[in-house]
């Protein structure tokens, strides 16, 4: 800002700022402002809305150089959207803070801040000052989370029938919900597998997931082991290794560069006779290297030319060449073996082993992969996407990775509360009980607090084709009639409304960071009253 502001002197001495180009910025104050910034960041949210819940509507998003996505994950779509707005751009971040902690709920969080905001508008229209309401939906919210603490119940981590059905909650509202029960068995058993129940630790290092094109989504598979995107770099080398001894390189397979720019004068068929001596004895040294450490397979980080290739055929030393830095290092890990980047430091103890590192096929013979398993530190897994194209698998991903994060959470704290809106509905309920209880003008703002949560059951029967209003009070009233905390929107049409028994699960971390996040967003939204943007940027 320094160019912007400049400090001066007047006649007596006293010091004051000049701003420079002040003519060219457009500047709001008070309550002009706070409005704006809601309607904004309002109108951002709006766009979820219609995504919310297993009959949620997908977005299609196209890129400037075309590229497109379809989903209905709030996260994609909102870091899709390209928002310009510097208040609308908070949105944005909300999802994002709510897909990095928690990995679900991106959708939920940006529709109930949109809801708050709604209810806010509403209060200040009413002259309630912005700073009231503010604190207001602060207090209301240390309550709707006491409420959801209350309500909670605890889940049987161990039982894994029901961590498959809660991961199905999680993907039934997403692309994959046709092969749902696999995709969740699948989610469920690769957290399991890298999982330290005791620690209540997952290292989501450890999971990975692979897509390619072809098949159908039903072909998705997890494999125990890693499976990396490449053929073994000569076509007779052997498919299948068992009790592979594994040496992982990062250095070229190629002879030594001096390592500032040369210049090598030719000038004699000896000459160069000699130079093709020295490079092929430079290969065969490598390979001699590998060998003599006991390698039974050379994985590669980078190339080698032909020549290289053929002299590892010739030598039996079956190698993989290309192999990416990410996938290195889970190899490493999985084998146990040791990353080496230089030939003369390759030693036994160095290399990994996996009991089976064989070339899988899909389809056509074209489609080869590697599949490195029976590793003695076989916690890595691969989750394998196939799908008809790039859209589907990157959804599919998408979906996958929030039921991974689902069971995650489960696992590093087993509270839940149910879904279908009631945990919303149960606070709501609660948070209105306790505005009556209220003398301030802060009753008020406790009061949109509970219509705002009243807005996720809503959207959820929107979204289903009910008729708004009457499923909502209908709820409601069941709600406090019998007391039952669980009730919710029969979204799927089972014909109950209790979620328990529709075993519709939410993770008690992921509601609470909803709430919170999403109130937290609304206060600094309704806590601004002045703001200078440059005068061509007033969108
Ligand atoms: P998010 O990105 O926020 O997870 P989703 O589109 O996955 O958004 O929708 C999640 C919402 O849908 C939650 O409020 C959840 O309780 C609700 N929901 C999911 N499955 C069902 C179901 N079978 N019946 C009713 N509500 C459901």
Not at 186 to 199: E, G, Q, R
Not at 269 to 283: C, G, I, M, P, S
Not at 331 to 349: H, Q, Y
Not at 357 to 386: H, W, Y
Request: proline share 3%.
């Amino acid at each position: 800002m320094a160019s912007m502001a400049q400090l001066m002197f007047d006649e007596f001495g006293q010091p004051f700022i000049v701003m420079r180009e002040q003519e060219n910025q457009k500047r709001m104050t008070g309550v002009e402002a706070v409005k704006s910034h809601i309607l904004a960041a309002r109108a951002v949210a709006g766009t979820l809305r219609t995504s919310l819940g297993p009959r949620g509507l997908d977005k299609m998003l196209v890129s400037p150089d075309g590229d497109v996505t379809i989903t209905n994950d709030g996260a994609t779509i909102m870091e899709k959207m390209d928002v310009q707005h510097h208040v609308a751009r908070l949105m944005v971040e909300l999802s994002k803070s709510q897909d990095d902690e928690i990995g679900d709920g991106t959708t939920g969080v940006v529709v109930l801040a949109g809801a708050l905001l709604e209810e806010s508008e509403r209060l200040i229209d009413r002259g309630i000052h912005p700073i009231k309401v503010a604190d207001g939906f602060d207090l209301a919210c240390k309550k709707a989370l006491e409420t959801l603490d209350a309500i909670s119940d605890r889940f049987p981590v161990e039982d894994r029938e029901r961590l498959v059905e809660t991961a199905q909650t999680s993907l039934g509202s997403k692309i994959v919900n046709r092969s749902c029960r696999q995709f969740a068995e699948i989610a469920v058993d690769a957290v399991l597998s890298v999982a330290d129940i005791d620690k209540k630790d997952v290292n989501f290092e450890m999971i990975k997931v692979e897509g390619k094109i072809g098949g159908r989504l039903e072909d998705t598979v997890l494999v125990k082991g890693i499976i990396i995107d490449k053929t073994m770099s000569h076509p007779q080398m052997p498919k299948e290794l068992k009790d592979a001894k594994v040496a992982i390189l990062t250095c070229p397979f190629e002879p030594p560069k001096p390592k500032t720019k040369h210049k090598l004068d030719i000038t004699s068929t000896e000459d160069f006779q000699k130079l093709r001596e020295y490079e092929r004895e430079t290969f065969e040294t490598m390979i001699k290297q590998v060998k003599d450490s006991g390698a039974t397979l050379a994985i590669c980080q980078w190339g080698f030319d032909d020549e290289a290739n053929h002299l590892l055929q010739a030598n039996d030393l079956p190698a993989v060449r290309w192999v990416g830095g990410p996938e290195i290092e889970l190899l490493a890990i999985a084998t146990n073996a040791r990353i080496v980047p230089r030939f003369s430091e390759l030693t036994e103890a160095k290399l990994g082993t996996a009991g089976l590192v064989r070339e899988i096929t899909f389809g056509t013979a074209k489609d080869r992969m590697l599949s490195i398993e029976q590793c003695p530190n076989n916690k890595a897994v691969t989750i394998f996407v196939r799908g008809g194209n790039k859209m589907i698998i990157d959804e599919a991903k998408r979906a996958l990775h929030d039921a991974l994060c689902v069971i995650r959470n489960l696992v590093r704290d087993s509270r839940i509360v149910y879904g279908g809106g009631s945990a919303e509905l149960a606070c709501a309920i609660e948070v209105a009980k306790e505005a009556d209880k209220i003398e301030g003008i802060e009753q008020y703002a406790f009061r949109a607090f509970a219509d705002a949560l009243e807005s996720i059951p809503m959207a959820l029967a929107e979204n289903s084709g009910l008729a708004q209003i009457d499923a909502l009070s209908d709820l409601k009233a069941k709600q406090i009639e019998t007391k039952n905390p669980h009730l919710g929107v029969d979204a799927v049409f089972a014909g109950t409304n209790d979620m328990k028994q529709q075993k519709v699960i939410e993770t008690l971390l992921s509601k609470r960071e909803q709430i919170s996040l999403a109130t937290q967003v609304v206060r600094m939204i309704l806590k601004i009253d002045d703001v200078r943007v440059p005068d061509d940027e007033r969108s």
